[in-house]
């Protein structure tokens, strides 16, 4: 009895208090508001050099979009291309040029470099391409070794007519980080060269490199299903930190821990970033593409691609781009069955493809390989007209690298990015005579204030190309 009449009495004490006054809940601690990080903590300040409007006439046109215009006329002013067609008008103060027997492009964009990253001279010293420590070291960024007075840059602009290029970590690693793309310029910083508003890519790698790197290290991965073994497991870790931050952005609370190597694999999981995929056999893209499809990313474009015209209804079904040599392949083992209509081939077939260099030689004369992939392909009984065959130059990389909106052809609109060749440029002796950035003249062949020379190579007799 004394028991029960206790517990009324403490039962009761509070029932009276609630009877009194009655208190209001209290709210749940409010959460922090979330505070995204930087996605471009180390943003593009390029800056148009000045140029003055210009009208070239007389000239044979390729618009980089497959349309050829003889006797045609370009005229650019303020950075942009204005109008494109025959016997367009100066204004007033415009500079008139005539092109009579002379060709006019797109600047070329090459989607695989690893100038700056590797420069002139080639000595260990300059070597900051592949950071070759671990199989996946997505948290590096190309940008960040990219060295300006690279006298490679002015090479391909004089004479290889290169506008605009990617520069991509190497191929040791699975995942080797952030790739950047760049306009052509002299600067004095990466920043200044940076192509405003150009996506992020990732390069990856497939096949013999990440496994004979690591391999002989006795580390993982040592075989083609230890490379995809560690993709996968890199793909699952993204996809949680994915989640963790997609939910910390929406809600807010506590920040999960910043990783910057999951950043760069959320953004590819966002679409924000585009994977460019160093890649030989058709086998191995197949299975790379069935492994974008089981983590929910795109390959934007596989590089190298040599067995690509072995899937090229693969390719097409997955939107997934080709970029590709001439005839540069058999130099290893999963290079071997390489064919010089492969380019073709997969352009027939309705898939995306174009030309790319990865070498500091090569991107001099992209023009000419892409006359060698002509010849194959009118051996083969597949010829392709001139100008289509510039698509393979401009417009369907910038496609690739998420810019074709803004540059890759000769388009009102677009920026005045603009080659004057002094012949056929698929002629191997055909050279660039005039380049154009933005509109503003950088390179002139009858112009020696107007050729490139790094500051690198000042007082280095035989090293540049002019002083």
């Known amino acids: 009895m004394a028991r029960?009449?206790?517990?009324?009495?403490?039962?009761?004490?509070?029932?009276?208090?609630c009877a009194g006054k009655r208190e209001r809940p209290q709210p749940a601690a409010a959460k922090a508001p979330p505070v995204p990080y930087a996605r471009d903590p180390y943003p593009s300040t390029y800056r148009a050099y000045?140029?003055?409007?210009?009208?070239?006439?007389?000239?044979?046109?390729?618009?980089?979009?497959?349309?050829?215009?003889?006797?045609?006329?370009?005229?650019?002013?303020?950075?942009?291309?204005?109008?494109?067609?025959r016997a367009l008008d100066a204004p007033a103060g415009a500079q008139v040029i005539d092109g009579q027997g002379k060709y006019l492009t797109p600047g070329i964009v090459d989607i695989h470099s690893h100038l700056g990253d590797y420069p002139s001279p080639g000595v260990q010293a300059h070597s900051d391409g592949n950071e070759a420590t671990a199989a996946v070291t997505a948290d590096v960024w190309a940008e960040h070794s990219v060295w300006p007075q690279d006298p490679g840059f002015g090479r391909a602009l004089a004479n290889g007519g290169v506008t605009t290029l990617q520069?991509?970590?190497?191929?040791a690693n699975l995942m080797g980080g952030r790739s950047v793309v760049v306009k052509n310029v002299y600067a004095r910083?990466?920043?200044a060269m940076k192509f405003p508003g150009a996506p992020y890519g990732l390069k990856m790698a497939c096949g013999e490199n990440p496994k004979r790197v690591y391999g002989t290290r006795n580390q993982k991965p040592s075989t083609r299903m230890g490379n995809v073994a560690v993709d996968r497991q890199t793909w699952a870790r993204a996809a949680a930190y994915k989640r963790k931050w997609d939910k910390y952005e929406k809600e807010g609370g506590d920040p999960p821990e910043r990783d910057i190597a999951m950043d760069t694999l959320r953004g590819v999981l966002a679409g924000e970033i585009l994977v460019q995929n160093h890649c030989y056999r058709a086998d191995e893209m197949a299975i790379v593409l069935d492994m974008a499809r089981?983590?929910?990313y795109k390959v934007t474009a596989f590089h190298h691609a040599v067995e690509a015209y072995k899937i090229a209804d693969l390719l097409k079904a997955n939107g997934t781009c080709a970029a590709v040599w001439a005839d540069w392949y058999g130099f290893k083992m999963e290079s071997f069955d390489g064919i010089g209509e492969n380019l073709a081939i997969l352009d027939r077939a309705g898939a995306c493809a174009f030309i790319h260099s990865d070498d500091a030689n090569g991107i001099q004369r992209l023009n000419q390989e892409v006359a060698k992939v002509m010849a194959s392909a009118r051996h083969a009984g597949m010829p392709v007209t001139p100008e289509h065959a510039w698509t393979w130059l401009s417009i369907g990389p910038a496609k690739a690298l998420g810019i074709d909106r803004v540059t890759g052809s000769l388009r009102p609109g677009k920026m005045a990015d603009v080659v004057l060749w002094n012949g056929d440029p698929f002629s191997v002796y055909t050279r660039p005579e005039?380049?154009?950035?933005?509109?503003?003249?950088?390179y002139d062949a009858n112009d020696p204030r107007r050729r490139p020379v790094s500051d690198f190579e000042l007082g280095q007799p035989g090293m540049g190309d002019v002083k």
């Open 189 to 191: 910083t990466m920043q």
């Open 4 to 17: 029960a009449m206790l517990a009324l009495t403490i039962v009761a004490v509070p029932l009276a208090g």
């Open 50 to 85: 000045p140029g003055v409007p210009t009208l070239v006439r007389n000239v044979t046109v390729f618009d980089g979009e497959g349309v050829r215009i003889d006797d045609g006329s370009v005229l650019f002013a303020d950075g942009k291309v204005v109008a494109v067609g």
């Open 167 to 171: 520069i991509l970590p190497g191929s």
């Open 434 to 442: 005039k380049v154009w950035v933005d509109g503003a003249l950088l």
């Open 294 to 296: 089981e983590f929910g």
